[in-house]
């Protein structure tokens, strides 16, 4: 059984940082693309970053910059590095976990969520 758990959200002020890991099991992991999304209320789901199997990271605009993405395939763990958040970042944050980043969207494999809030 596939399962993803993330964790690290909490509430952060604006410019400060957060660590998001998430912890996979029950398929392999160093062959799986894992990736971030989030939700923030009211809005569509939207991808964050993801590092695929082969080391590639992919980063939408909003996060060049400021999130880096890495993984630990010893503890099956990927995380997201978040710098200078904005009250703007503040949303669920979902990891998913696929062959390849390109889609990952489309993937049945999700964790719970983590919260993230920034106050401004």
């Known amino acids: 059984e596939v399962q993803l758990q993330a964790s690290g959200g909490g509430l952060v002020q604006a410019g400060g940082s957060l660590r998001l890991s998430c912890t996979a099991s029950g398929f392999p992991f160093d062959d799986y693309a894992i990736g971030w999304f989030r939700q923030a209320p009211g809005k569509e789901r939207e991808e964050v970053s993801c590092?695929?199997?082969?080391?590639?990271?992919y980063h939408v605009d909003f996060a060049k910059g400021r999130f880096t993405i890495s993984r630990d395939n010893a503890k099956n763990t990927v995380y997201l590095q978040m710098n200078s958040l904005k009250a703007e970042d503040t949303a669920v944050y979902y990891c998913?976990?696929?062959?390849?980043?390109?889609?990952?969207?489309?993937?049945?494999?999700w964790g719970q969520g983590t919260q993230v809030t920034v106050s401004s």
């Open positions: 590092s695929g199997a082969d080391g590639s990271e």
């Open positions: 998913a976990a696929s062959w390849f980043c390109t889609i990952l969207a489309g993937t049945d494999n």
